[in-house]
């Protein structure tokens, strides 16, 4: 099936890289090219570096961290955002397009831009909830308040939801 088949399920079969040992596998379950080889081995070259690079951060504070990350090529807000919650345990807001849909509509936190969102949800949401808003409100996005088709009459939200009440 070719090159990028094979990379797929191996990531299926092998979710974390140190659990490949090639030789405790028979070649017909996994069978690598040398495109898979070349993939694998920069994949693990990339975490060591990625690893290496955030060691250095444990210890800043909060804004400098999410800053500096910002600052990394193909690195945004909302990436920072999710690398400090998520690898540092840090409170913090991603905003997708789950997030933004989904605050606005809601009329949580209105905005024209995911940064104003952003904003306006620090305010509205406790510091101990960010993390946890981030991801109840992208589930809520992709689960049940669809962009083309919100599914209004099963939401449980419905009674406080902006979007709702203007249909």
């Known amino acids: 099936m ?10 299926v079969l092998y979710a974390e890289i140190d659990q490949f040992d090639g030789s405790k596998y028979p ?6 090219t040398n495109m898979d080889k070349w993939i694998i081995s920069e994949f693990n070259k990339l975490v060591r570096e990625v690893d290496a690079y955030l060691a250095d951060y444990v210890n800043t504070e ?3 961290l999410i800053n500096e990350f910002s600052k990394l090529p193909g690195v945004g807000k909302k990436t920072a955002n999710v690398v400090y919650s998520v690898w540092f345990g840090g409170d913090a807001i991603a905003v997708d397009t789950h997030v933004f849909r989904v605050s606005n509509r809601l009329g949580l936190a209105k905005g024209k831009t995911p940064l104003e969102v952003e904003e306006n949800l620090y305010k509205v949401v406790p510091k101990e909830n960010w ?15 669809h962009s083309q088709r919100p599914a209004c009459e099963e939401c449980t939200l419905s009674h406080l939801c902006d979007y709702y009440k203007k249909k």
Request: proline share 3%; net charge positive; aromatic share 18%.
């Open 2 to 11: 070719g090159t990028l088949w094979n990379t797929y399920a191996f990531f």
């Open 27 to 32: 070649i017909d379950k996994v069978k690598l």
């Open 62 to 64: 909060p804004a400098r």
């Open 131 to 145: 993390s946890k808003a981030h991801h109840w409100l992208i589930y809520h996005g992709r689960r049940v308040c």
